[in-house]
């Protein structure tokens, strides 16, 4: 038999989509508060919230006539026909946010509106609510909320420690501040101050708030020209190769104020720092998408975590350019502060005579060192790395990141300049494959041929080599490991852009291989000639510079 549900029941069945813990309601009150207005914005709690939650602001409040209504379900003043949600501009909407917390706590609303002289109190549980008195109030919103699931105990037995649905409600308005520097937000438990963010002039100065000291210094701004062919705005700040996490928590994203998840747009993230990025290691930082909001729609989720955008392609393509460009902009800047060295040579001699006029310029007794000489190869280091200096610090290069980063390079060219980037073998060079290793294989034959490796079949699991890469022809390639590679190889970059990378890898000198000091300057000139010479496409660095005040702390001065 059908029956049709109590109202209390239907309350809290509807509540148990949007309030799954403390954090929930401090979420819907928080952005009511800023959607009144609000300068100043203060949670405190009792017990992480389970015993009580506060929320006062100083925002524009609610008129007495409207405190009722605002705790009943589906009331609300952002909305007024169904057309107004095609472009939804505020945080909250649906008018559900006050009528959950009132299913499953004791609510207590205090208001007053900026025109009062006097303020107004309601107070609502589960279906019941009290009449509309007058109150002393200064102007904006007090909600509180106590005995969070007291009438819901088997919700109440799936929340954690306080101290753990502390640290939820902490991180999570510590990052959602993040978008709001003008608004001061203060956090308070058991009668003690936890933080104060006081209102600054940008995102900027709450960074280290939120990412730490540290990993702050770490954070560049995004690029902002590279956004301009998108309708809307983006900025933000993200983090240099080589600073990261395990995972992608501290990958924060604001869409028109509103704080996400998004798939699309993390996919974008890892795209765009394709070649920069170590495998398996996420960048951090936060991205500022401004969009019109007619080209965003938030009413796909009970609790706002995530966005339909019109033009999600579009825009993802943006955040990944203006990440990709952001990125090589600044390995430039890095890779000149670096090193100093003169134009790229045409041949092996040209290098040779550029070499001996660097000496030339140094006198032996140059007590300088050559500092204003350009860079100087000095040795080759455990048949691994370049040793170089500058005249003012020691500069180390990786030979194989840094010939793997100019072959990439190289290949990805010829590639899109849809030229012939490969040399054919005399001799082609024959190998046997497993039968998972053939499916691998097949799979990436036309980006390899692509990028001037071209590899035919031979047989029963049988191909062989009849031509690679320009310049690499009397390399042996190495098949086996390039496939290993391939499959090790982070899954969320281009297919193009992985095979290219693992190519260029296995083509290019290795670790332990003897380079005379013509092939590592030569090496050296067309690394800074690349868009990224700090690193080789698979995020590894390929140059680290040694400044003499690290030189003086080796030797404990």
């Not at 300068?39 to 008129?63: K, N, Y």
């Not at 210094?217 to 020209?225: C, F, K, R, S, V």
């Not at 500022?288 to 993802?316: C, E, M, W, Y």
């Amino acid at each position: 038999m059908i029956h049709v549900l109590d109202p209390q029941t239907v309350g809290q069945i509807a509540a148990g989509e949007i309030i799954e813990r403390p954090i929930s309601v401090v979420k819907e009150l928080v952005e009511n508060s800023v959607d009144a207005g609000a300068t100043r914005v203060t949670v405190t709690l009792e017990e992480g919230g389970i015993a009580a939650i506060e929320v006062a602001d100083d925002g524009g409040g609610i008129e007495p006539a409207d405190l009722a209504l605002a705790v009943r379900r589906h009331a609300t003043s952002k909305l007024i026909r169904a057309t107004d949600l095609e472009s939804i501009s505020t945080l909250g909407f649906r008018g559900e946010g006050l009528a959950s917390i009132a299913a499953v706590s004791r609510l207590e609303i205090l208001s007053r509106g900026i025109e009062s002289d006097v303020g107004a109190r309601v107070t609502a549980h589960a279906e019941d609510v009290s009449p509309i008195e007058k109150a002393a109030a200064p102007v904006g919103t007090i909600v509180r909320a106590r005995e969070l699931f007291g009438n819901v105990p088997v919700r109440r037995e799936y929340l954690k420690s306080p101290a753990s649905e502390l640290s939820r409600i902490s991180s999570w308005l510590s990052t959602f501040a993040l978008g709001y520097p003008r608004v001061t937000f203060a956090l308070r438990h058991d009668g003690k101050e936890v933080w104060v963010m006081p209102s600054v002039d940008n995102e900027k100065a709450r960074l280290a708030m939120v990412f730490g000291k540290a990993a702050a210094q770490a954070l560049i701004p995004i690029d902002g020209e590279a956004a301009r062919s998108m309708h809307g705005s983006l900025s933000g700040f993200i983090s240099t190769p080589g600073n990261d996490r395990a995972d992608r928590r501290m990958q924060i994203l604001f869409v028109n104020g509103r704080l996400l998840r998004s798939t699309l747009l993390a996919g974008a993230w890892s795209m765009g720092y394709a070649t920069f990025a170590m495998t398996g290691r996420q960048p951090y930082g936060v991205l500022f998408l401004q969009l019109p909001s007619d080209h965003v729609d938030p009413n796909i989720h009970p609790t706002k975590s995530d966005v339909r955008l019109r033009f999600g392609h579009q825009v993802a393509d943006t955040v990944r350019r203006a990440i990709s460009v952001t990125l090589r902009n600044h390995a430039a800047q890095r890779f000149g502060d670096a090193v100093t060295v003169s134009a790229a040579p045409e041949s092996i001699d040209a290098s040779l005579a550029h070499l001996q006029t660097l000496f030339e310029r140094v006198p032996a007794d140059d007590p300088s060192g050559g500092a204003q000489s350009g860079l100087r190869v000095l040795a080759q280091i455990d048949r691994t790395y370049i040793l170089a200096t500058d005249g003012s610090a020691i500069v180390l290069v990786d030979q194989h990141a840094a010939h793997e980063r100019i072959a990439y390079e190289r290949i990805v060219a010829a590639a899109n300049a849809a030229t012939a980037p490969a040399e054919r073998l005399l001799v082609p060079f024959t190998f046997e494959l497993s039968g998972d290793r053939v499916a691998a294989l097949e799979r990436v034959l036309e980006p390899l041929r692509e990028g001037g490796l071209e590899i035919e079949n031979f047989g029963d699991r049988s191909y062989r080599i009849i031509a690679t890469p320009a310049g690499y022809g009397a390399r042996a390639f190495d098949v086996a490991g390039f496939l290993d590679d391939l499959n090790a190889d982070a899954k969320e970059r281009d297919v193009r852009e992985r095979v290219w990378a693992s190519l260029a890898c296995h083509s290019v000198t290795r670790a332990g291989e003897r380079l005379d000091l013509s092939e590592m300057t030569t090496l050296l000139d067309r690394l800074q000639v690349c868009e990224n010479p700090m690193h080789c496409p698979h995020g590894r660095p390929a140059i680290v510079r040694i400044e003499p005040g690290g030189i003086a702390r080796l030797f404990k001065r």
